[in-house]
């Protein structure tokens, strides 16, 4: 188990896809609207580093009440020009295509959080911090101080992508499938 | 004349319907749990038991911290039984809309709820046909509530098959399941309706979504195992348990026709009933 804290130097270049991770630190919540905001106006936060967490959470208080991971592929090309400014690794679920892919490759890592785990992720997570809260709760960009939440690498910077993998046997799996039963 | 909103019978209906969707939101149903944990026994993929685990974790700490499974709360989707002699009104619609935007300020929910074009949040979960209500005969008047998030809806399909495809419905299930991959954060339960109407086959399929998961016919059983056979696993990280279970619902359809519906849900399978008590 590697533990990884933001700001995120090379270290996260030795990770191979599939690997158990825990990542402290500061990250920043984007979702659709604050990456384009972002892409309009600039990011907010310094960029060297970061890791970037695709996450709509309930904030309430100060505090953050739920915050699990929101489907990463929305994002799917609107992310190069977080790592082509030093953004090293992405958190969501269900993977990124392979544009995404390519642009990891030397310089960064996709890492997987467990979907629907909000509560877990909030329990181990501190508020620091906010903009473009105008784009509402779920949109805006939270900044968030993690304590060790468990992760997996799901993309690494060798092209190296557990979820592509999965993907091409799960259709090979599906071929066989049909002719065993006929369909 | 009172209001209509002053009568015991509409305050009811808004308790049953915030004390369901409370419930549903935090704690996941028993059988539910116990398939969870019979998964995380029996994985055998490391990243697929870790990732379960995360999954037991995450519950627990929705328990002890009083708040919602997922930050995904969902649309309320309500199923009101009624019992012989009891009419459907519009106002207990409104009651059911009260306790749905009681619950998303005290849980509190997420707000999920936006014009479908604009885009803009009603910010109260409720809207035009929010919530979604069907209303069904039973012994009873209660509320079940079957919070919807988007994840796994958004993977969900409709076919019209030919009703000489009729032995091919588990290669339209299983690739309805190898399409949405970890997309809807699997291990999933299947809502499948088959037979029907177009519109009729979907609304089985979520129906099918309210029964137990740990019993499943012979054909469901199969259709599990052809899921999991795909090897998707926890969130499409690869492993065994892809599907926690596949549920049938059928309806009688047209003989020209043979809709299937499947109704793809997260591992968060919340449902809850409550009676609708009128003192």
Redesign the interface.
């Known amino acids: 188990m590697t533990d990884l804290v933001t700001p995120l130097g090379d270290d996260v270049l030795s990770l191979r896809a599939?690997d158990?991770v825990t990542l402290s630190g500061r990250v920043y919540t984007a979702r659709d609207e604050a990456h384009l905001r972002m892409q309009e106006e600039g990011i907010p936060f310094d960029p060297e580093g970061a890791a970037v967490y695709h996450?709509?959470?309930?904030v309430?208080d100060g505090r953050i009440?739920?915050?699990?991971p929101?489907?990463s592929?929305r994002m799917n090309t609107l992310t190069e020009f977080l790592l082509d400014s030093g953004v090293r690794a992405l958190i969501g679920?269900?993977?990124m295509d392979e544009t995404v892919r390519r642009a990891l490759a030397g310089r960064g890592v996709y890492l997987?959080?467990?979907?629907?785990?909000?509560?877990?992720?909030?329990?181990r997570m501190t508020l620091a911090g906010v903009w473009f809260e105008d784009l509402?709760?779920?949109e805006a960009v939270w900044a968030i101080d993690l304590d060790r939440l468990?992760l997996?690498v799901?993309m690494d910077a060798h092209g190296g992508d557990?979820?592509d993998?999965?993907?091409l046997?799960?259709?090979r799996?599906?071929e066989t499938?049909?002719r065993e039963?006929?369909? | 004349m009172s209001h209509p909103e002053q009568t015991p019978l509409y305050s009811a209906i808004a308790e049953a319907t915030q004390s369901a969707l409370r419930k549903a939101e935090i704690e996941l149903p028993r059988d539910i749990m116990r398939r969870l944990a019979h998964a995380a026994r029996t994985e055998t993929n490391p990243t697929a038991r870790a990732e379960l685990e995360n999954i037991l974790a995450n519950i627990s700490e929705a328990a002890a911290r009083n708040v919602p499974i997922c930050q995904d709360t969902g649309v309320p989707v309500i199923y009101l039984t009624l019992p012989e002699g009891m009419a459907y009104t519009s106002h207990m619609g409104d009651a059911v809309a009260e306790g749905v935007r009681a619950a998303t300020a005290a849980i509190p929910l997420r707000p999920n709820v936006v014009d479908p074009l604009s885009r803009a949040n009603t910010g109260n979960n409720c809207g035009r046909g929010m919530p979604a209500i069907h209303v069904r005969h039973g012994d009873a008047c209660d509320v079940t509530v079957l919070p919807k998030g988007a994840g796994s809806e958004n993977v969900s399909r409709i076919g019209m098959l030919l009703p000489s495809e009729k032995d091919a419905i588990g290669r339209f299930v299983a690739e309805t399941m190898l399409r949405a991959g970890g997309k809807p954060c699997p291990p999933v339960v299947l809502g499948v309706g088959i037979g029907s109407t177009f519109d009729g086959a979907a609304a089985l399929a979520k129906e099918a979504l309210l029964q137990p998961v740990d019993e499943m016919t012979d054909y469901e059983q199969e259709l599990c195992d052809a899921i999991n056979s795909l090897g998707i696993g926890p969130m499409g990280l690869g492993g065994d348990t892809t599907a926690l279970a596949v549920k049938v619902r059928r309806g009688d359809c047209h003989t020209a026709s043979l809709p299937v519906a499947v109704n793809v849900q997260c591992w968060a399978c919340r449902r809850a009933t409550e009676k609708v008590i009128v003192p």
């Open positions: 599939g158990p996450c709509g959470p309930i309430r009440i739920a915050a699990g929101t489907t592929a679920k269900g993977g997987a959080f467990t979907g629907g785990c909000a509560a877990l992720a909030a329990s509402g709760m779920a468990p997996v799901g557990l979820f993998d999965v993907k046997q799960a259709h799996r599906f499938l049909c039963h006929g369909w």
